[in-house]
């Protein structure tokens, strides 16, 4: 999955002659009437974005032109507007990531700006952010740092990929390879519905039965712990470890398997030498997405934890629960505006990266997983 | 793999040891409900079982148990029990005694002895060191029993003695205060001492060796598959427990009890009365409601599937009928899949950023569509791309070769053929959405507890105008609620906010009932609708 362009000239310069091509054959092909109305209908959509993009009250002409336009070539020449819409819809999804990216980044750069540190001479925006430890929107000195969320965020994660990987694979392994048929009927929809049950119904019971359960075993003031968070999300990113997973140990083929079982090997013997190391890439990219999940969920943090930013002490403290990245753009951005917004932007940049390239790279190794055993056929 | 290892090939006469054995898998089966059921305080630890305290009875099965594994193991080495042990335990278990043992010995060192830094890291090292040792070094049969069975029989003789009895406390001396007490560290000991043995015993049950690792193993993931199962119907069945008794407070049937209704210029009262789905929230109300998060949350569904279903497919299809297979179908899958794994609140301060200014500057229902539809997008994309990749190629093949063009082939072929896996899978993904707090909290949320009368009607607030933007809707233009937002702002509310809410805890109980019904039921259908298709797949 080598998703890099091709960066030599001539490989370059040979594509856009095909491309050349392509469109000069395209556009003899077409009927004219046909490509009139395919043309006004993408200018005209580009247009309503542009004035969607600019808050223009205008935008509705455009986008009207472009129904119309889109409605005569239903009519007239279905084919290629269906063509041509299909494309639309793929760039525009395409887009919305596009679109994610430039606008949580534009929004946080003041910011990131606003903490820049000279080192040296050379000024690192955004420095500020990761070495300060105070998070102070309002009492001066006004400090944004990030360092006690990212505390809270890491120790949350940590607990929750404890609880969701080694049970999330394990329920894997169930599906897959032991459950009777019967079973894996009533069990796979069972963890499918635990994915479903809302993040807030989760905090709710949280806040309402856990917290106050675990302040009083551990004799805790306040409530709100990051070890019951982090298991509370463990919970909710076990399903998406457990379907992502099943579909790793299902791809292993069936003659690999069975090929162990002939030489005489248990069931689990099966699974620990042949099945599970073959689908080892596909599972840990399941481990990965579930990680992803439990980095991203904000609302059973947000009402279980004390939104008061802020390390524990020590460090290692998980009974003490203050903030998360999540938690804090939830419960902050009522009354934020200015930097504080900006800030909390700054932490959905970190969020949005972090969990992008989780994401990317799951999809990588679960890629050269299907190659490798796609070669073993 | 059916069946493989179903037949005992190494079915000697060896019943009654394997009677003991098994034995002690259900000792542990007991000893871990016990004490599941002292984590949740069913029981507490001092209450008498049988004329003996709690902790005695624990400690003391223990001991038992620990006992009986140790010497089912020893049984094995000396040859008085046959089985089919390998030469060593395995790596991964030596480690994992060896672990449990540093720590053990750590913690007695540095917390009972009183030993300082370099006293408890040389005496963990001396017990994990040794415990390694005695698992890694002799044949399977004692390293896999002898650590377990100590260690049941340690904990075991730490409760007797009152070590740890139900009176002590361990204050972790932090800054941030916290600390461990009997209630809660005894039964999760016994917890996890019974796990540990009931793997020993389970593969001592098995004789050792393959068939043994095979079934102790088993035991322990299938423990797993109840346990997560068994937790699902907890979340729920609590959840209905305690919301019930709001939910249908004031339900009344019989003519003319329920609120007037018009329908196609006719008046008429509802046969039933619902209060807390009827009606909002007002100091006069006998009964409060959520009726206006319910109309929210539909609306806000039906304008996410609106926005995104067309999209979605219309993606799915360029990508799987239309593009080659190539960089740029690839482009569109990492997005894709990077769009599905996007954290929700991302997608709320996305909806904050572009949406809300762009959208008459405020948070508004129509904003919240958008931003919700922007998170099914993705699912749908991948599930209707998925479906559509199941349909075999034989079918578009079939149908070109009649002389159609591709659109007429996807529109009457592949279409009709993926439909239920679309649909499915766009049920779904309403159903996740529809239980998403965070983008709306940020992009439509409204009032804490709004009135019935603040019910958004979006068709008849539809307004034509000659001058741009031809259609106005104000309806859409204001924030809402939605179910999980009224339930988030109930939790989050403050005293004076929600004071017209008199029972406010079984309000809230009630709207986590009714959203978990509403999302669940989505959920509900969708694996409906999956399992009817697949029949009827079969049948055919």
Request: hydrophobic share 55%; with cysteine.
């Amino acid at each position: 999955m080598n998703v890099l362009p091709n960066s030599d000239g001539a490989g370059l310069r040979a594509a856009a002659r095909r491309g050349l091509r392509r469109g000069r054959d395209f556009v003899d092909e077409t009927p004219p009437d046909a490509l009139v109305t395919v043309t006004v209908a993408a200018v005209s959509l580009l247009a309503a974005f542009a004035g969607f993009l600019a808050v223009s009250s205008l935008t509705a002409i455009p986008f009207a032109v472009f129904l119309v336009a889109t409605g005569y070539g239903w009519l007239r020449h279905q084919e290629l507007t269906a063509r041509v819409l299909t494309l639309t819809t793929t760039v525009s999804t395409i887009l919305v990531l596009g679109l994610i990216l430039v606008f949580i980044f534009a929004e946080a750069w003041p910011t990131v700006q606003y903490a820049t540190v000279n080192v040296f001479g050379v000024p690192i925006p955004g420095l500020r952010l990761f070495i300060e430890t105070r998070w102070s929107p309002v009492t001066p000195p006004i400090q944004y740092s990030l360092v006690p969320m990212i505390h809270g965020t890491v120790l949350v994660t940590i607990i929750a990929t404890a609880v969701a990987a080694p049970l999330g694979v394990a329920a894997a392994l169930f599906l897959s390879e032991i459950a009777p048929r019967t079973v894996r009927e009533l069990v796979k929809p069972g963890v499918e519905i635990l994915a479903g049950i809302p993040s807030i119904v989760y905090g709710f019971i949280g806040f309402t039965i856990l917290s106050p359960w675990a302040a009083d075993q551990f004799d805790i003031v306040g409530q709100g712990t990051y070890l019951f968070v982090g298991i509370v999300v463990g919970l909710m990113a076990l399903p998406t470890v457990v379907s992502v997973a099943e579909d790793a140990l299902n791809s292993v083929p069936e003659s690999m398997k069975s090929g162990s079982l002939a030489l005489g090997t248990t069931d689990w013997q099966t699974m620990t030498s042949i099945t599970l190391p073959a689908a080892f890439s596909g599972v840990s990219a399941a481990v990965l997405l579930g990680v992803g999940r439990a980095i991203g969920e904000t609302m059973a943090a947000t009402v279980m934890l004390r939104g008061s930013p802020g390390l524990t002490k020590p460090l290692y403290n998980v009974f003490y629960g203050n903030d998360t990245l999540t938690s804090l753009i939830a419960a902050n951005y009522g009354d934020a505006d200015g930097l504080q917004l900006s800030a909390l932007f700054v932490a959905g940049v970190i969020l949005f990266v972090t969990v992008l390239f989780l994401s990317i790279g799951s999809q990588y190794i679960e890629a050269r997983m299907r190659r490798k055993l796609g070669g073993a056929e | 793999m059916a069946g493989a290892t179903d037949t005992a090939l190494v079915s000697e006469d060896t019943s009654e040891t394997e009677a003991v054995a098994a034995g002690a898998v259900g000792l542990a089966a007991v000893l871990f409900a016990l004490s599941l059921a002292s984590v949740f305080e069913l029981v507490t630890i001092t209450d008498p079982v049988a004329g003996v305290p709690m902790v005695a009875l624990l400690g003391g099965l223990l001991v038992v148990l620990g006992f009986a594994v140790v010497t089912f193991g020893v049984g094995s080495r000396l040859g008085y029990v046959a089985t089919d042990p390998r030469p060593t335990a395995g790596l991964l278990a030596s480690g994992t005694f060896g672990l449990i043992w540093f720590v053990v010995g750590g913690l007695v060192a540095s917390q009972t002895l009183g030993l300082g830094t370099a006293g408890w890291v040389v005496a963990s090292l001396v017990t994990g060191g040794a415990a390694f040792a005695v698992s890694a070094l002799p044949r399977e049969d004692i390293g896999s029993t002898l650590p377990a069975g100590a260690l049941a029989v340690f904990a075991g003789v730490v409760f007797l003695t009152g070590v740890i009895g139900p009176s002590w406390l361990w204050d972790l001396g932090w800054e941030q205060q916290a600390s461990f007490n009997a209630e809660f560290t005894i039964p999760v000991l016994t917890a996890f001492c019974s796990l540990l043995v009931g793997w020993a015993a389970a593969k001592a049950y098995g004789g050792f060796g393959a068939r043994g690792r095979h079934i102790g193993a088993y035991v322990l993931v299938y423990l797993n598959a109840i346990s997560i199962i068994a937790l699902l119907f907890l979340l729920v069945a609590f959840t209905v427990l305690k919301g019930l008794p709001g939910l249908f407070k004031g339900l009344a049937f019989g003519a003319g009890a329920g609120p007037e209704v018009t329908l196609v210029g006719v008046t008429f009262s509802l046969p039933v009365s619902w209060p807390f789905v009827m009606n909002g929230v007002a100091l006069l109300n006998d009964v409060n409601g959520v009726l206006p998060a319910i109309v929210g949350t539909i609306w806000l569904v039906v304008g996410a599937v609106l926005f995104a279903v067309p999209l979605g497919i219309g993606a799915a299809v360029f990508i799987t009928e239309y593009a080659d297979r190539g960089r740029f179908t690839q482009v569109v899958e990492i997005a894709t899949n990077g769009l599905w794994s996007t954290p929700s609140i991302v997608f709320g301060l996305f909806g904050l950023a572009f949406l809300v200014p762009r959208l008459g500057n405020q948070k508004s229902l129509l904003a919240g569509m958008l931003t919700l539809g922007f998170m099914l997008l993705p699912l749908v994309v991948i599930t209707s791309r998925e479906s559509m990749l199941a349909v075999p190629d034989e079918y578009r093949d079939a149908s070109a070769a009649l002389g159609v063009t591709k659109w007429q082939t996807v529109r009457s072929i592949v279409l009709p053929a993926a439909l239920p896996g679309i649909v499915t899978g766009i049920i779904l993904g309403v159903g996740r959405i529809a239980g998403e707090t965070a983008p709306i909290l940020l992009t439509m949320s409204g009032s804490v507890a709004p009135p019935g009368s603040q019910t958004v009607d979006v068709l008849g607030g539809f307004q034509l105008q000659y001058a741009p933007p031809f259609v106005t809707n104000p309806e859409l233009m204001q924030a809402t609620s939605a179910l999980p937002y009224q339930l988030y702002s109930l939790i989050t509310a403050g005293v004076g906010q929600s004071s017209n809410i008199s029972a406010i805890d079984e309000f809230r109980w009630a709207t986590a009932l009714i959203l978990l019904v509403v999302v669940l039921g989505f959920y509900a259908i969708g694996i409906a609708t999956r399992y009817y298709f697949r029949s009827k797949l079969q049948h055919d």
